[in-house]
């Protein structure tokens, strides 16, 4: 293993740093590690958190895109959550949203369940995948500054875009979000769509 | 193979009507025409799948986003998006879904026929609202009640499209 690839960031300072730079972009997180890590930055009416679909934030992202082209639509999702969607990859791929940014925080575990490995852990590359469906842009990264070379090309780059960021698989302390399932669709309907949110 | 006779046009006129603006699918012969129309028309997006779990996600985000859609599969599909379907139902996302019915009339392939016959229940036991069609005008009512049930009271809802309606499939040309 070269330097680069050793694995030195933090999930949470590095979700802190992706949404820091977030203006009005809308937020889907997928179950697990992901959301708690959104929660730690701060709740926010245009986040959905997924507590469950697992394999489902990628696309859910893309139904956001799709209807909301105008906006920029950020999933945030674990390495688990992302090789459970695999075939979504291909999906958006083919659907090229122009306005779509997929972050893979990548721990190489299911944090969640005791740690175990998973398949990034033994080699599976999941940028490589997203550039082998055609996303117009994906990357590793292991460094403070590859992730600040990311962020822009995150909210502002011709999607779709992935980006996977290697963090160190250390539980971070849980921080739970609303997770009431029509709390969490009024409230960020509202504030996509405003009044047309009721109909 | 498929006598489907027209109604392709008359759903899409329903899907229009209400406004649809996502039709997702996984292909089946009984929806080919309607899949055509979809990917004909400028203000629908056609999106193509690789398994159909994606098409439950892919609506409850277009629904977030403010816009409606159809998800269209066969009945071997519904299998694939029982979990997905549990999110619709605990945030009470509207969501219509066409499924095509295999394994039920004169089928030819057994490996059809256990979820074929499994799909109406599975569909209810994880919260769908069932509608059934067993031939053109039954369908263009249903879809529509289907639809309005979908949108205007927030409901999940499938319209299940009876074997009978496609015809059989000609394994020996």
Known sequence: ?????????????????????????????????????????????????????????????????????????????????????????????????????????????????????????????????????????????????????????????????????????????????????????????GAVLGDRAAG | MNKEGGWSEKIFSVLQNMEIRQAAYVPDAGHARLIELCHADARMKAVSLTTEEEGVALLAGAWLGGERGVLLMQSSGVGNCINMLAMLQECRIPFLTLVTMRGEWGEFNPWQVPMGQATSGLLRDIGVIVYRADTAEQLMDAVNAASHLAFDANRAVAVLIAQQMIGFKDWHK
């Open chain 1, 1 to 189: 293993m070269t330097q680069q690839n050793e694995i030195i960031l933090d999930r949470r300072e590095a979700v802190a740093r992706i949404l820091e730079d977030r203006g009005d972009a809308l937020l889907i997180t997928g179950l697990g590690s992901t959301t708690w890590d959104a929660a730690a930055v701060g709740d926010h009416p245009h986040n959905f958190y997924l507590w469950g679909a697992m394999g489902g934030a990628a696309v859910l992202g893309l139904g956001v895109a799709l209807a909301q082209p105008h906006r920029r639509v950020l999933v945030i999702t674990g390495d688990g959550e992302m090789l459970m969607g695999l075939g979504g990859l291909a999906t958006i791929a083919v659907q090229r949203p122009a306005n779509l940014g997929i972050v893979v925080i990548d721990n190489e575990s299911y944090g969640e369940t005791g740690m175990q490995k998973t398949h990034t852990h033994h080699g599976v590359d999941l940028a490589g995948l997203a550039a082998a469906a055609g996303f117009s842009a994906s990357r590793t990264i292991y460094s403070r500054d590859e992730l600040e070379e990311t962020v822009s090309v995150l909210y502002a780059a011709s999607g779709p875009v992935l980006a996977v960021v290697k963090v160190k698989a250390t539980l971070a302390p849980t921080v739970l979000p609303p997770r009431d399932g029509p709390y969490l669709r009024d409230r960020f309907r």
